[in-house]
């Protein structure tokens, strides 16, 4: 019960975000499943915890867009997994994923700053 | 390819969920778990497995294509655990669709098809019926319609006709006539073959392109032109191997010879549907000396079916008014409409224009309506099979609420228990479909063979068509689907909880209604068939019992066609001496008859006859011509008077023997001997010497029919015309009778026979 009540303050990823943050990941080398999900985990100080009932359809989904491309290889604890890379289409599409994610991030941000009936 | 593909993504996915859990468990482990709780925690927290695989899979699009796999599996199995219900499905299937679709497909074949040539609809047939066959004079006639003409008719129809770009005449009884033909050389033997006497354009009428050499031309058709012979492509590839020598080369026809000039086109099998094919085809002008027939160039005599090809845009009613007009000027200067009484008639002689692209229908005509009436009864099992199968669908449907009832608790989509559902009945009505087809062939195969037995080269394909296959799988997977998804409907709609709860109970009464009507509407089927069934059993068992008053013990009957060969009038009595004589003094033989025809055989003459002394008394009469020999030989019994005897010569008074029939029809039963009768113009012309009994000839259905026989070579005082151009007076049968059994009858016959007067 202990690991779950570490994950209590978790948030709901925003609709969308899923797929560029597992290609983020994928900028700093090829990961696996298990990795990545660690990896979103950790950077995000353990509020961020990818459900593995989307993390997988997910990988699948770019792996079908060819935003990734995925190979059988060794982990690091001698385990055989399926790796997967960021293919130059993911990296333009995490730099056009972002582009939205920023502007998105700076409307809200401004709506939710401003004042009533400034406009 | 894609199937495998499917299967490699699927284990892959399988070892890459599996390789997340054993990093998870090994991270746990790493923080001081136990393997046990590490696993567990970490399948725990990865969530449902199978579920992440299917939302996983079906990114791929494939999960569709799974699922039906599935639904097929599982459809199987349910078929398997229920053999008796899935048997009984599919044999009913099998015999309801396997019977539809092989009678269809010899209707097809038989009464829907269009002869192989090129634009059959512009085809039309100068007449619509095949009972003007063969040989005989026009005679006047009280509907006026026409079927067959003369030579001279056909040529002047062809020369003030305009309105056909061509019109072919062809023989209309060839199938009764065969030839003897030999291929040039001295190993080779002569056959019996099938011979149609056809018009130089006949080809070109239906626009055929030859197999090889070429086809008939005009040219071949005129007087004095070189005999030529077209032969048929079954012929070629059967008898011959398809030897290309065969075109140019010679044969003897009838002991006279001719040039093969090319072979029809493959799938052509003459201008009407028969049982024997013709296997040569002969120009017209051939025909007088080929078959010593006479009445070729006869104006009086018909003997020729005509079709012609239409000219694009010539109005129907315009066409069929010209031709009755052709006809009559034709008819007017002939014997039988020049009289006062026979003028009266030429306004109404006309010749209805029929279609022509499905040829002479003579076949169609003979089979048209049992071939209909098999349809029906083939239609009445289908729908009785469609009904029980139906029920057995929603008996088993009801059977399985409680297990829908129990998929739908569980959380299982009703769509997809339809679907499922839906799977299994189409399965099972697709299986039963190709049982159907499979059924269907075979059962058309067989129809065939029953229908033409012995024929080698049946011009009708037993395959059945692109339509009938649709037909079938339509029909069955309709039935499947109705009857198969309806109680899966009806359950789905319930409230799971409640089925469950209550059982059958809830929804028991919509359905049984169903099901009663399905019974009812079986059991009213099953009887109406049951009825025609009952009524078909009793009068083929009639037919079965039928006396046909003859004695088929120890007879042999020989085939011969003096006329083909050569035999003029005037050599016949002599001829049918010298085989009386040569049989008798084979040892065994205790009675030579020579007739026309014998009982039962397809064909016989038939008189417009009159009493001499009653002018009232008239009316058609079968007519066959008979030795001394005869009626004994056959087994008919003579009840009245006398049979004939040898001194019935050509010079003797001419006599008749009448049936009893006759004695009924013409006589009121009274005793005929002594009485003469004749033709409308002669009444006197033969006097009743006795009566028989009434064999059957032609057909069992004819069995009380009014007959009269004459002997062989007797012709009454009043027929003034050359003995030459009286064909009856060519015998056709001879019937042996013997005292035993004798082997190689066939053998000893045409050692005894004069060479070539055999068939």
Same mark, same amino acid.
């Given at each position: 019960m202990?690991?779950?009540s ?8 925003l609709q969308?975000t899923?797929?560029?943050?597992i290609?983020?990941t994928?900028?700093w080398g090829a ?9 979103i985990?950790?950077t995000?100080g ?6 593995t ?5 997910a990988?699948?989904r770019?792996?079908?867009q060819g ?5 059988w290889?060794?982990?690091e ?6 790796f997967?890379k ?13 582009e939205r ?11 939710m ?5 400034v406009? | ?9 699927k284990?892959e ?6 390789s997340?859990?054993r990093?998870?468990? +090994? ?6 778990e ?7 925690a ?6 449902n497995?199978?579920?992440?695989a ?8 494939w999960?569709?294509?799974e699922?039906?796999?599935?639904d ?15 048997t009984?499905v599919?044999l009913?299937?099998a ?6 679709a092989a009678?269809f497909?010899?209707v097809n074949?038989?009464?829907?098809k ?7 609809k512009?085809?039309?047939r ?5 009972h003007d ?5 026009n005679?006047t ?6 079927s067959n ?5 056909y040529v ?6 305009p309105e ?7 023989q ?7 030839v ?7 190993q ?10 056809v018009?130089?354009n ?7 392109r ?23 492509y079954e ?7 398809g030897?290309t020598?065969?075109?140019g ?5 009838n002991t006279k ?7 029809a086109?493959?799938g052509f ?11 040569f085809?002969?120009p017209?002008q051939?025909?007088?000396?080929? +078959?010593?027939?006479s009445?070729?160039n006869?104006?009086?005599?018909n ?6 090809r ?9 066409l ?16 039988d409409?020049?009289?006062v ?8 002689v ?14 169609q005509?003979?089979?048209?309506f049992q071939?209909?009436l098999?349809?029906?009864? +083939?239609?009445?099992v289908?729908l ?5 199968i139906?029920?057995l ?26 679907r499922q559902?839906?799977?299994e ?5 697709s ?5 159907g087809?499979?059924l ?8 065939l063979?029953?229908?033409f037995p ?5 011009p ?5 068509s692109? +339509? ?10 309709l039935t499947?689907i ?7 409907w ?7 909880a409640?089925a469950l ?8 009464s ?8 399905l019974v ?12 025609g ?6 009068s083929l ?13 120890n007879r042999y ?6 006329q083909a060969?050569?035999?003029s009038g005037?050599?016949l ?15 065994g033989v ?6 026309t ?7 016989r ?7 001499q002394?009653?002018?009232g008394?008239k ?9 001394a020999d005869?009626?004994n030989?056959?087994?008919t ?11 019935d010569t050509s ?21 005929p001997i002594?009485?003469?009768?004749g033709?409308p113009d ?6 009743i ?5 009434n064999?059957v000839?032609?057909?069992v ?12 070579m007797q012709?009454p005082?009043?027929?003034?015309s050359?003995i030459e ?5 060519y ?5 042996l009778?013997?005292a035993?059994?004798?082997d190689g ?6 050692k005894?026979l004069p060479?070539s007067?055999?068939?």
């Amino acid at each position: 019960m202990a690991t779950r009540s570490s994950y209590q303050n978790r948030i709901e990823l925003l609709q969308g975000t899923l797929d560029m943050l597992i290609l983020k990941t994928l900028q700093w080398g090829a990961q696996h499943g298990y990795g990545i999900s660690q990896a979103i985990r950790v950077t995000s100080g353990e509020v961020l915890q990818v459900e593995t009932g989307s993390l997988y359809p997910a990988l699948h989904r770019l792996e079908r867009q060819g935003w990734v491309t995925a190979e059988w290889k060794q982990s690091e604890s001698n385990q055989r997994a399926k790796f997967y890379k960021i293919t130059k289409l993911g990296k333009e599409q995490l730099a056009s994923d972002y582009e939205r994610w920023e502007k998105m991030v700076a409307t809200i941000e401004a709506i939710m700053t401003s004042r009533r009936g400034v406009v | 390819m894609k199937m495998l593909e499917i299967l490699r993504r699927k284990t892959e996915l399988r070892e890459e969920i599996e390789s997340h859990l054993r990093m998870a468990t +090994a991270d746990r482990v790493a923080r001081g778990e136990s393997p046990v709780d590490a696993r567990r925690a970490a399948v725990r927290e990865f969530g449902n497995v199978p579920l992440v695989a299917d939302v996983t899979r079906e990114r791929w699009g494939w999960l569709r294509l799974e699922r039906l796999a599935q639904d097929l599996r599982f459809a199987l199995r349910q078929l398997r655990r229920t053999p008796a219900f899935t048997t009984t499905v599919l044999l009913t299937l099998a015999l309801g669709i396997g019977a539809n679709a092989a009678i269809f497909s010899l209707v097809n074949a038989v009464l829907l098809k269009n002869l192989p040539v090129s634009d059959p609809k512009r085809l039309v047939r100068l007449g619509d019926n095949s009972h003007d066959c063969c040989v005989g004079r026009n005679g006047t006639r009280e509907e006026g319609a026409y079927s067959n003409f003369s030579t001279d008719t056909y040529v002047r129809l062809k020369q003030s006709l305009p309105e056909f770009e061509e019109l072919a005449a062809m023989q209309a009884g060839w199938a009764y006539r065969p030839v003897i033909a030999r291929r040039d050389g001295a190993q080779n033997e002569a056959r019996s073959v099938t011979a149609e006497f056809v018009s130089g354009n006949y080809f070109a009428t239906f626009g055929l392109r030859p197999g090889a050499g070429r086809l008939l031309i005009d040219a071949d058709d005129l007087p004095g032109a070189p005999a030529t012979a077209v032969m048929s492509y079954e012929t070629w590839q059967h008898e011959f191997n398809g030897d290309t020598a065969i075109v140019g080369s010679t044969f003897w026809v009838n002991t006279k010879p001719l040039t093969v000039v090319g072979v029809a086109p493959r799938g052509f099998f003459g201008d009407r549907m028969a049982v024997t094919p013709p296997d040569f085809y002969l120009p017209i002008q051939t025909m007088a000396s080929l +078959a010593n027939a006479s009445y070729v160039n006869d104006p009086e005599t018909n003997w020729l079916y005509i079709i012609g090809r239409v000219k694009p845009e010539v109005p129907p009613a315009l066409l069929q008014e010209k031709v009755n007009a052709v006809l009559r000027q034709a008819f007017a200067m002939q014997r039988d409409f020049s009289t006062v009484n026979g003028k009266s008639f030429l306004a109404r002689v006309h010749a209805t224009l029929t279609p022509g692209g499905e040829g002479i229908q003579t076949m169609q005509e003979g089979y048209g309506f049992q071939l209909h009436l098999l349809m029906w009864i +083939a239609g009445v099992v289908l729908l009785i099979a469609c009904a029980n199968i139906a029920n057995l669908l929603l008996v088993r449907g009801m059977g399985r609420r409680t297990e829908m009832s129990v998929r739908l608790a569980l959380g299982a989509m009703r769509g997809r228990i339809v679907r499922q559902l839906l799977t299994e009945s189409i399965l099972l009505a697709s299986l039963g479909g190709l049982l159907g087809l499979a059924l269907a062939y075979g059962g058309s195969r067989m129809l065939l063979v029953l229908a033409f037995p012995g024929a080698q080269n049946v011009p009708i394909e037993a395959t059945p068509s692109l +339509a009938v296959i649709g037909f079938a799988f339509a029909l069955s997977v309709l039935t499947g689907i109705l009857f198969g998804v309806a109680p899966a409907w009806i359950s789905a709609q319930a409230r799971p909880a409640d089925a469950l709860r209550s059982g059958t109970r809830t929804t028991v009464s919509g359905t049984s209604l169903l099901q009663r009507t399905l019974v009812v509407l079986q059991a009213a089927l099953s009887l109406v068939l049951l009825v025609g069934a009952g009524l078909f059993s009793q009068s083929l068992g009639k037919l079965q019992n039928t006396d046909l008053r003859l004695d088929a013990r120890n007879r042999y009957i020989v085939h011969i066609n003096p006329q083909a060969a050569g035999y003029s009038g005037i050599q016949l009595e002599a001829l049918y001496r010298t085989i009386e004589d040569r049989f008798h003094a084979v040892p065994g033989v205790v009675k030579v008859g020579i007739s026309t025809y014998a009982p039962m055989e397809d064909n016989r003459w038939s008189n417009y006859i009159m009493v001499q002394r009653d002018p009232g008394a008239k009316g058609l009469a079968g007519f066959v011509r008979a030795n001394a020999d005869y009626f004994n030989s056959v087994g008919t019994k003579v009840v009245m008077g006398r049979g004939f005897d040898p001194r019935d010569t050509s010079n003797a008074p001419s006599v008749a023997v009448v049936n009893q029939a006759f004695q009924q029809k013409f006589f009121g039963g009274k005793n005929p001997i002594g009485q003469r009768i004749g033709f409308p113009d002669s009444p006197g012309d033969f006097e009743i010497v006795g009566v028989v009994d009434n064999t059957v000839y032609t057909d069992v259905h004819l069995k009380d029919d009014p007959m009269y026989f004459v002997p062989m070579m007797q012709r009454p005082a009043s027929d003034k015309s050359p003995i030459e151009r009286d064909i009856s007076l060519y015998a056709g049968t001879i019937v042996l009778e013997t005292a035993q059994p004798i082997d190689g009858m066939e053998r000893i016959a045409s050692k005894i026979l004069p060479a070539s007067t055999q068939i």
